[in-house]
């Protein structure tokens, strides 16, 4: 809506500009003016509706980025865990806790705090049967409980049957 609002505006700033101009009389002198009215009109709109282009393709981007910086930082903060002692669900709060999520719960309900994705991402969470981890990139995440309780980094692979990543979403 407030596209076309622009598309509008700027429009009308065409038109306002070339109607001074255009003359009553002789007719052929009007009918040129209007043509080029046109021309000039059709060729803002087209300009506009290229700059609206451009904005919608930055926005998504900037949405990108924020998302990628999102599950970055908790990926960063499962990283900065590596070697502490605690099991894989205090991993995963305190991962979270990074970007304000406050949440703790049994493995099974980290699912909660987003969508189910099939294309894995720095940050997002691992659900296995009765185990999370939080994944970091390149097939590898941060697990904890392991080795008598230790953080640590390791491949996604586990002795758990794989349930799936969740996506977390910044409001969870």
């Known amino acids: 809506m407030r596209n076309m609002k622009i598309v509008i505006t700027k429009a009308a700033l065409a038109a306002a500009m070339i109607l001074p101009c255009v003359q009553a009389a002789p007719v052929q002198a009007a009918e040129t ?3 080029r009215l046109i021309e000039v009109v059709t060729s803002s709109m087209a300009t506009v ?14 949405k990108a980025a924020e998302s990628r ?5 908790i990926a960063d903060a499962a990283i900065a865990q590596i070697g502490v ?31 189910w994705t099939s294309d894995p991402q720095p940050g ?18 941060i697990h904890g409980g392991w080795n008598g309780g230790t953080t640590i980094e390791w491949t996604v692979e586990c002795s758990n049957p ?9 409001a969870a």
């Open 33 to 35: 003016e209007k043509t």
């Open 49 to 62: 509706q290229e700059e609206v282009k451009n904005a919608q393709s930055e926005t998504r981007e900037k």
């Open 69 to 73: 910086n999102f599950g970055q930082k």
């Open 85 to 115: 002692g605690q099991d894989c669900t205090m991993l995963v709060t305190n991962s979270l806790k990074a970007v304000g999520i406050n949440f703790h719960g049994a493995p099974a309900a980290y699912a909660s705090l987003g969508e």
């Open 124 to 141: 997002d969470v691992i659900v296995y049967s009765g185990h999370v981890a939080v994944y970091i990139g390149n097939g590898k995440a």
């Open 162 to 170: 794989l349930v799936g990543y969740i996506r977390v979403n910044r």
